[in-house]
């Protein structure tokens, strides 16, 4: 990652001519992530640019703390789920998922203080391909805290799947939050990280 000065792409020959069609270059507020004061509980609404209130009076956060280099937010649509109420679709009107997932599986880098914590990740598939399922590892600071995780084989199409890991403590100061591809995309809709 640059922060001033020239950015150099190099094309390596290993077979054929090399060539680059286009070259996109994005800002990012990274540095706000890594600098971010922190905190001891977050609800976030992935993907998402709004603040969402749900039933409980509880404010989910629009997207934030994400890794930009390999994720991508998306608005899937207004959908109905099968087994949540009504207040809760909001959350699944958008969501975040790797874009390539041999780059990096780094979706989350939350600050947090020290302490012990359970986070509780949400998911919906609305997008199933019979011919290639999500099937994804959930790791926290590196550990896998959610194996072989298939939204679709868990709870179906447009049902809501909800998975909590407690007893979870940051590691300098951080929550790192990854999915790890098996099988096709990884992709959250929410997460909520709350001490125990």
Avoid: C
Wanted: proline content about 7%; hydrophobic content about 40%.
């Amino acid at each position: 990652m640059a922060s001033e000065g020239p950015l150099v792409i190099g094309l390596g020959r290993v077979s054929g001519n090399p060539k680059i069609s286009a070259v996109e270059i994005l800002q990012t507020s990274w540095s706000e992530h890594i600098n971010a004061t922190a905190v001891s509980s977050v609800r976030i609404n992935a993907g998402s640019s709004t603040a969402v209130t749900d039933a409980s009076n509880h404010t989910w956060l629009p997207d934030n703390y994400y890794v930009p280099d390999n994720t991508r937010d998306r608005v899937v649509a207004h959908v109905s789920l099968t087994n949540a109420s009504a207040d809760a679709w909001p959350l699944f009107y958008t969501e975040r998922y790797l874009v390539d997932p041999a780059f990096s599986d780094d979706v989350y880098r939350i600050p947090f203080v020290p302490g012990t914590y359970s986070l509780t990740l949400y998911f919906a598939e609305i997008f199933y391909n019979p011919s290639d399922p999500r099937i994804f590892d959930v790791l926290v600071n590196g550990a896998v805290v959610i194996p072989a995780l298939n939204i679709y084989h868990e709870g179906g199409l447009f049902s809501v799947v909800a998975k909590t890991v407690s007893g979870l403590q940051p590691v300098d100061g951080f929550f790192v939050l990854a999915l790890r591809s098996i099988q096709g995309r990884p992709k959250i809709n929410a997460l909520s990280i709350q001490p125990m």
